[in-house]
């Protein structure tokens, strides 16, 4: 699934930013954009695309033209808000999520979903809902378009929460969410942690000798009967026996005709 997040104006763009100045919109965009990016990736056969750029206000055509010639399947564009003349607090605040209030039943059901799961991850006060606007980005990217806005400048406490770093992790988090729910996305599976090396010997007779390689390698000894039934380490040195029947790929064999010869290997090994 291709998924175009689009982090709006750039950090110089006139007017958009606090009434004090202490925060630019998309200081707060673009981190959330990042987050989001980080969140989705985690999910099988995910791509993103950033529509913004660090360097340069890139215009409304261009990045609606860009998601389009990329073949983006759903477009999310991150924003804070503004409230009255931008220049002065008020107490106007709270979350609201915007689709193309032409028809796009797929925007709509993207927006709603994104503005439930920003309430229940955020726990903001303020509800502001689902809504429909005539915006360039929602109205000209082909698909799924959903426009949120996290919160406003021109408030003292939403202000706090938009410079907060939890509150762009847990936006990113809700963004996600609301993707994954809508469009079944599966959660890429995470290796097993397995160990680099580990020794495995094949009977206590051999324990002295790998004793000291494991010291050596500062990795643990394990009884050949573990390492039968499953892969102990990436690499598996062998100390006394063969490694028939041992789980793995790579193996570093150690073992002599007897244990003298075996020991005799190790310390030949170690060096
Ligand atoms: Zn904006």
Not at 79 to 100: C, L, M, P, Q
Not at 215 to 243: C, D, M, W, Y
């Amino acid at each position: 699934m291709k998924i175009v997040l689009d982090g709006g104006h750039h950090p110089e763009t006139a007017g958009k930013r606090a009434p004090d100045d202490s925060l630019r919109e998309a200081q707060f965009n673009f981190q959330v954009a990042e987050y989001t990016r980080e969140e989705l990736l985690t999910y099988e056969g995910v791509q993103v695309l950033f529509t913004h750029d660090y360097g340069r206000d890139v215009p409304l055509v261009e990045r609606t033209n860009k998601a389009n010639e990329w073949d983006g399947d759903i477009l999310v564009s991150i924003h804070a808000n503004a409230f009255g003349d931008g220049k002065t607090f008020n107490n106007v605040r709270g979350i609201e999520t915007y689709s193309w209030n032409g028809p796009s039943p797929n925007g709509d059901r993207l927006a709603i979903e994104i503005q439930r799961k920003m309430m229940e991850f955020t726990k903001h006060p303020s509800n502001r809902g689902h809504k429909q606007a005539d915006f360039h980005m929602l109205r000209e990217f082909k698909r799924a378009a959903a426009l949120v806005e996290c919160g406003f400048m021109t408030n003292r406490e939403d202000l706090a929460l938009l410079k907060s770093d939890t509150y762009r992790k847990t936006c990113a988090k809700a963004i996600t969410a609301a993707i994954v729910g809508v469009y079944n996305l599966t959660k890429i599976k995470e290796e097993p942690f397995m160990l680099e090396r580990a020794i495995v010997i094949n009977s206590a007779a051999d324990y002295p000798v790998a004793e000291f390689l494991a010291r050596f390698l500062k990795s643990p000894i394990h009884p050949r009967k573990n390492a039968e039934e499953t892969q102990v380490a990436k690499e598996i040195f062998v100390v006394g026996g063969t490694q028939a029947g041992l789980k793995g790929t790579n193996f570093i064999v150690l073992s002599g005709e007897n244990r003298f010869e075996t020991a005799a290997k190790v310390k030949a090994y170690i060096g």
